[in-house]
């Protein structure tokens, strides 16, 4: 498998235990440090232990059921290291979906392992 496929798939099976709402799982999909670029606010994570998933705070503010990639596309590509340009959905329980984000994501491989060090993305805000 390539550099882009590997990494790919990472990406793929961190969204498989983020939908699963797995925070076991979720967190064994990163390298930390990790750093959460939100808007202009970085929000850098030391450990996993530091970690906190965004899952609960999704069900009980959005009714979000679900995500889906919309397109990954390969934006730079080393051995261990690819940068994704990427968007996803989110869908609630009835198969709505509800909003759409375009991001970046850098996923690196580390002792052999691939995982996300960065995701940044734009959320723009909503409401008066």
Not at 16 to 35: G, K, L, T
Not at 97 to 111: D, F, G, I, M
Request: hydrophobic share 40%; glycine share 4%.
């Amino acid at each position: 498998m390539s550099a882009v496929e590997e990494a790919k798939k990472a990406m793929e099976d961190y969204f498989a235990a983020f939908n699963a709402q797995d925070e076991e799982a979720i967190r064994n999909h990163f390298h930390f440090p990790f750093s959460w670029i939100i808007n202009t606010r970085v929000r850098p994570v030391a450990t996993a232990a530091d970690f906190e998933s965004p899952v609960k705070t999704l069900v009980e503010t959005e009714g979000w059921h679900h995500s889906v990639f919309d397109y990954i596309e390969a934006v730079q590509v080393w051995d261990n290291k690819v940068h994704f340009k990427l968007a996803y959905s989110r869908y609630k329980a009835d198969g709505t979906k509800y909003v759409t984000h375009e991001a970046l994501w850098v996923v690196t491989k580390v002792n052999g392992r691939w995982g996300i060090c960065l995701i940044s993305l734009n959320i723009p805000k909503t409401g008066s």
